[in-house]
């Protein structure tokens, strides 16, 4: 059980903290349900096919944060953020799934001079206007790449490398790239179905995150959050579903704020954990 969450990446922490405890057995037999054998889109009813793209639309959604979480723990100033499209009109998201991957290696063999995967990425694929892919593409820690290079490297079209010394906080570089990202991200639900809503290397650092039962009220400092809402959610109590509202706090953090947002994060609200060992994927 659990009726608070925290998410911790390199710039801000967000808490969420629930109304109600959180049965992490009710999570557990949720991704039973979505392992069980699934009709096809066409099988599905009417009723059916419009909560299937309702449920569709929201994991897309929480693939978006996802995946600004991920960018702001990994970015660095060594980070590289390019769009790779082809001159083929490539409209199978399979066929171009697979250019990207070679991509990768061939990327990976330049910079690395081995074949051992080392490098670090994160991409979003994007259909175009006259039906072909193409991607968003962040690569950290790598190099300056000649840009003639990299389109050697690529073989298929055009390199375009994005300008990430613009960006006036490195804070908001998740931000700033997931709006490249995020039509892809939600763009062809049905096409997409049970593909990743983007793709990522597997050396890549997680957020840290971590759940746990408090039984008391969050005090949260208002001077320290940037952001705060409350929405409703639902949980499951005695075999119903019921409301479950949620309060979201949002907290930057910078130099001034260190000490005070290390103090939050270690204070018996959150029962003394050591979050730099509380890393979930």
């Known amino acids: 059980m659990f009726d608070t969450k925290v998410a911790k990446t390199s710039s801000y922490v967000e808490i969420w903290k629930y109304d109600k405890p959180v049965s992490q057995n009710e999570l557990v037999s949720q991704k039973e349900k979505k392992s069980a054998k699934r009709k096809s889109f066409e099988e599905l009813t009417p009723t059916e096919k419009q909560k299937q793209l309702s449920r569709l639309k929201k994991h897309r959604q929480e693939a978006k944060w996802r995946l600004l979480r991920l960018i702001d723990t990994n970015f660095d100033l060594k980070t590289s953020f390019i769009t790779l499209t082809t001159k083929e009109n490539i409209q199978d998201r399979d066929q171009f799934n697979k250019l990207f991957m070679q991509f990768v290696k061939r990327y990976n063999y330049w910079v690395f001079q081995t074949k051992t995967a080392q490098l670090k990425y994160v991409a979003c694929l994007e259909r175009q206007k006259r039906g072909s892919w193409h991607a968003h593409c962040l690569f950290f820690d790598v190099p300056f790449v000649p840009h003639k290079e990299l389109s050697r490297i690529w073989k298929q079209g055009a390199v375009r ?109 959150f029962e003394n954990l050591n979050i730099e060992d509380r890393v979930y994927n």
């Open 161 to 269: 490398i994005n300008k990430l010394n613009e960006l006036d906080d490195v804070a908001n570089a998740g931000r700033y790239c997931v709006k490249y990202m995020e039509k892809g991200i939600g763009q062809e639900l049905l096409e997409s179905l049970g593909k990743k809503s983007y793709l990522h290397s597997n050396n890549l650092k997680s957020p840290i995150e971590f759940r746990y039962l408090s039984g008391k009220p969050l005090v949260v400092d208002p001077s320290l959050v940037a952001f705060e809402t409350e929405y409703d959610s639902k949980v499951f109590f005695k075999h119903e579903l019921i409301s479950n509202p949620v309060h979201y706090f949002k907290i930057p953090i910078h130099q001034a704020n260190q000490e005070a947002v290390k103090k939050l994060l270690s204070n018996r609200s």
